[in-house]
Protein backbone atom coordinates (compact mmCIF):
# COMPACT_ATOMS: atom_id res chain seq x y z
CA UNK A 1 0.00 0.00 0.00
CA UNK A 2 2.50 2.83 0.79
CA UNK A 3 4.13 1.80 -2.35
CA UNK A 4 0.74 2.29 -4.38
CA UNK A 5 0.85 6.13 -2.47
CA UNK A 6 3.95 7.27 -2.83
CA UNK A 7 3.82 6.33 -6.86
CA UNK A 8 0.79 8.00 -6.68
CA UNK A 9 1.87 11.18 -5.52
CA UNK A 10 4.63 11.13 -7.78
CA UNK A 11 2.41 10.41 -10.88
CA UNK A 12 0.19 13.21 -9.32
CA UNK A 13 3.73 15.44 -9.90
CA UNK A 14 4.62 14.10 -13.27
CA UNK A 15 0.48 14.69 -14.40
CA UNK A 16 0.72 17.94 -13.17
CA UNK A 17 2.31 19.29 -16.65
CA UNK A 18 1.70 17.03 -19.12
CA UNK A 19 0.36 16.20 -22.79
CA UNK A 20 -3.65 15.87 -23.33
CA UNK A 21 -4.49 13.56 -26.17
CA UNK A 22 -5.94 16.02 -28.92
CA UNK A 23 -9.51 16.05 -29.57
CA UNK A 24 -11.75 18.49 -31.61
CA UNK A 25 -15.19 19.76 -30.29
CA UNK A 26 -17.34 19.41 -33.19
CA UNK A 27 -20.65 20.53 -31.21
CA UNK A 28 -21.06 22.13 -27.58
CA UNK A 29 -24.72 20.97 -26.15
CA UNK A 30 -25.48 22.21 -22.60
CA UNK A 31 -23.65 19.93 -20.18
CA UNK A 32 -21.79 17.97 -22.39
CA UNK A 33 -20.03 17.91 -26.23
CA UNK A 34 -19.74 16.00 -29.68
CA UNK A 35 -16.60 15.58 -30.35
CA UNK A 36 -14.02 13.84 -32.73
CA UNK A 37 -10.94 12.07 -31.62
CA UNK A 38 -8.23 11.33 -34.49
CA UNK A 39 -6.42 7.87 -35.11
CA UNK A 40 -3.83 7.81 -32.49
CA UNK A 41 -1.42 5.36 -30.66
CA UNK A 42 -2.28 4.78 -26.64
CA UNK A 43 -0.04 1.64 -25.02
CA UNK A 44 -3.06 -0.37 -23.79
CA UNK A 45 -3.46 -3.60 -21.45
CA UNK A 46 -6.64 -5.65 -20.95
CA UNK A 47 -8.48 -6.67 -17.46
CA UNK A 48 -11.38 -8.79 -16.59
CA UNK A 49 -12.84 -7.72 -13.10
CA UNK A 50 -16.61 -6.80 -11.75
CA UNK A 51 -14.96 -3.40 -10.76
CA UNK A 52 -13.13 -2.55 -14.06
CA UNK A 53 -11.82 1.17 -11.72
CA UNK A 54 -11.49 -0.07 -8.51
CA UNK A 55 -10.57 -3.90 -8.73
CA UNK A 56 -7.05 -5.33 -8.20
CA UNK A 57 -6.68 -6.08 -12.32
CA UNK A 58 -6.66 -2.05 -12.63
CA UNK A 59 -3.94 -1.74 -10.60
CA UNK A 60 -2.11 -4.80 -12.10
CA UNK A 61 -2.65 -3.12 -15.88
CA UNK A 62 -2.22 0.51 -14.25
CA UNK A 63 1.63 -0.75 -12.87
CA UNK A 64 2.75 -2.57 -16.66
CA UNK A 65 1.23 0.77 -18.50
CA UNK A 66 3.66 3.02 -15.95
CA UNK A 67 6.40 0.32 -16.16
CA UNK A 68 6.54 0.60 -19.99
CA UNK A 69 6.62 4.77 -19.88
CA UNK A 70 9.04 4.08 -17.31
CA UNK A 71 11.52 2.59 -19.58
CA UNK A 72 10.48 -1.06 -19.56
CA UNK A 73 10.11 -0.62 -23.77
CA UNK A 74 12.43 -2.34 -26.86
CA UNK A 75 14.25 1.76 -26.76
CA UNK A 76 14.69 1.99 -23.20
CA UNK A 77 13.33 5.65 -23.11
CA UNK A 78 11.19 6.93 -20.53
CA UNK A 79 8.16 8.59 -22.17
CA UNK A 80 5.99 11.51 -20.70
CA UNK A 81 2.57 10.84 -18.42
CA UNK A 82 -0.03 12.02 -21.09
CA UNK A 83 -3.65 12.36 -20.32
CA UNK A 84 -6.17 11.10 -19.99
CA UNK A 85 -6.37 7.51 -18.87
CA UNK A 86 -8.77 5.89 -20.54
CA UNK A 87 -10.74 2.43 -19.66
CA UNK A 88 -13.19 0.81 -22.77
CA UNK A 89 -15.56 -1.08 -20.67
CA UNK A 90 -17.67 -4.15 -21.86
CA UNK A 91 -19.68 -4.82 -18.97
CA UNK A 92 -20.46 -8.35 -18.22
CA UNK A 93 -23.89 -10.17 -18.54
CA UNK A 94 -26.39 -9.29 -15.75
CA UNK A 95 -25.11 -7.39 -12.43
CA UNK A 96 -22.52 -8.16 -10.29
CA UNK A 97 -20.75 -9.65 -13.29
CA UNK A 98 -16.91 -9.93 -14.38
CA UNK A 99 -16.59 -7.56 -17.64
CA UNK A 100 -13.99 -7.00 -19.61
CA UNK A 101 -11.79 -3.62 -19.99
CA UNK A 102 -8.99 -2.08 -22.17
CA UNK A 103 -7.34 0.69 -19.52
CA UNK A 104 -4.42 2.75 -21.99
CA UNK A 105 -2.37 5.49 -21.59
CA UNK A 106 -2.04 8.26 -24.59
CA UNK A 107 1.00 7.84 -26.61
CA UNK A 108 3.17 11.47 -26.94
CA UNK A 109 2.97 13.37 -30.10
CA UNK A 110 6.55 12.91 -29.96
CA UNK A 111 6.43 8.85 -29.87
CA UNK A 112 3.33 8.50 -32.38
CA UNK A 113 5.80 7.77 -35.38
CA UNK A 114 8.80 6.06 -34.07
CA UNK A 115 6.91 4.13 -30.75
CA UNK A 116 8.60 2.12 -28.46
CA UNK A 117 7.93 -1.15 -28.39
CA UNK A 118 6.18 -2.86 -25.13
CA UNK A 119 8.93 -5.36 -23.40
CA UNK A 120 5.49 -6.99 -21.07
CA UNK A 121 2.95 -8.98 -23.50
CA UNK A 122 0.69 -8.17 -21.30
CA UNK A 123 0.73 -4.89 -22.89
CA UNK A 124 0.03 -3.64 -26.63
CA UNK A 125 0.44 -0.21 -28.74
CA UNK A 126 -2.96 -0.16 -29.88
CA UNK A 127 -3.93 1.40 -33.53
CA UNK A 128 -7.33 3.25 -32.17
CA UNK A 129 -8.87 4.39 -35.10
CA UNK A 130 -10.54 7.73 -35.32
CA UNK A 131 -14.02 8.14 -33.86
CA UNK A 132 -16.82 10.57 -33.09
CA UNK A 133 -17.87 10.62 -29.11
CA UNK A 134 -20.84 12.25 -27.10
CA UNK A 135 -18.54 13.52 -24.20
CA UNK A 136 -19.78 14.84 -20.21
CA UNK A 137 -17.30 16.04 -18.01
CA UNK A 138 -17.57 15.90 -14.31
CA UNK A 139 -15.74 16.10 -11.05
CA UNK A 140 -14.27 14.25 -7.84
CA UNK A 141 -13.09 10.93 -7.60
CA UNK A 142 -15.53 8.47 -9.67
CA UNK A 143 -15.91 4.89 -8.69
CA UNK A 144 -17.38 2.31 -11.34
CA UNK A 145 -21.04 3.26 -9.99
CA UNK A 146 -20.44 6.84 -10.46
CA UNK A 147 -19.37 6.26 -14.06
CA UNK A 148 -22.34 4.03 -15.19
CA UNK A 149 -24.46 6.78 -14.33
CA UNK A 150 -22.93 9.36 -16.05
CA UNK A 151 -22.74 7.02 -18.90
CA UNK A 152 -26.64 7.19 -18.40
CA UNK A 153 -26.94 10.58 -18.22
CA UNK A 154 -24.89 11.17 -21.51
CA UNK A 155 -27.32 8.78 -22.77
CA UNK A 156 -30.24 9.90 -22.20
CA UNK A 157 -29.00 13.79 -23.06
CA UNK A 158 -28.08 12.60 -26.59
CA UNK A 159 -31.33 10.78 -27.12
CA UNK A 160 -33.12 14.01 -26.38
CA UNK A 161 -31.14 15.98 -28.85
CA UNK A 162 -31.72 13.34 -31.54
CA UNK A 163 -27.77 12.03 -31.67
CA UNK A 164 -27.55 8.48 -31.80
CA UNK A 165 -24.99 6.87 -29.05
CA UNK A 166 -24.00 3.39 -28.10
CA UNK A 167 -24.41 2.34 -25.10
CA UNK A 168 -21.34 -0.40 -25.26
CA UNK A 169 -18.48 0.24 -24.62
CA UNK A 170 -18.74 2.66 -22.04
CA UNK A 171 -15.25 4.70 -22.47
CA UNK A 172 -13.99 6.71 -19.21
CA UNK A 173 -11.31 8.59 -19.01
CA UNK A 174 -9.33 10.25 -15.91
CA UNK A 175 -7.09 13.42 -16.36
CA UNK A 176 -5.95 13.69 -12.67
CA UNK A 177 -3.61 11.95 -10.49
CA UNK A 178 -4.96 11.35 -6.60
CA UNK A 179 -3.54 14.38 -5.46
CA UNK A 180 -5.15 17.07 -7.08
CA UNK A 181 -8.55 17.64 -4.60
CA UNK A 182 -10.35 20.51 -6.85
CA UNK A 183 -11.07 20.89 -10.00
CA UNK A 184 -11.03 17.16 -11.05
CA UNK A 185 -11.65 16.34 -14.50
CA UNK A 186 -13.41 12.81 -14.89
CA UNK A 187 -15.67 11.86 -18.50
CA UNK A 188 -17.42 9.50 -19.97
CA UNK A 189 -17.15 9.35 -23.57
CA UNK A 190 -20.11 7.19 -25.82
CA UNK A 191 -19.54 6.12 -29.55
CA UNK A 192 -21.81 8.15 -32.08
Known amino acids: MFKFVIASVLLSYVLAD ?8 LKAHEGWEERSMPALKWISGDGFDIRPHDGESAQ ?23 TPVSYRVIPGEGPNCEGNFTM ?22 EERPAMNVAAI ?3 GFPGDVDFGI ?5 YELAANEGV ?12 DGPNIIINRRNEVWLEM
Open 18 to 25: TEMAPYEV
Open 60 to 82: RIFWKLFSYIDGGNDQGVKIPMT
Open 104 to 125: SFFIPMAFQENTPLPLDSDVYI
Open 137 to 139: QFP
Open 150 to 154: KGAEL
Open 164 to 175: NVADVPLWTASY
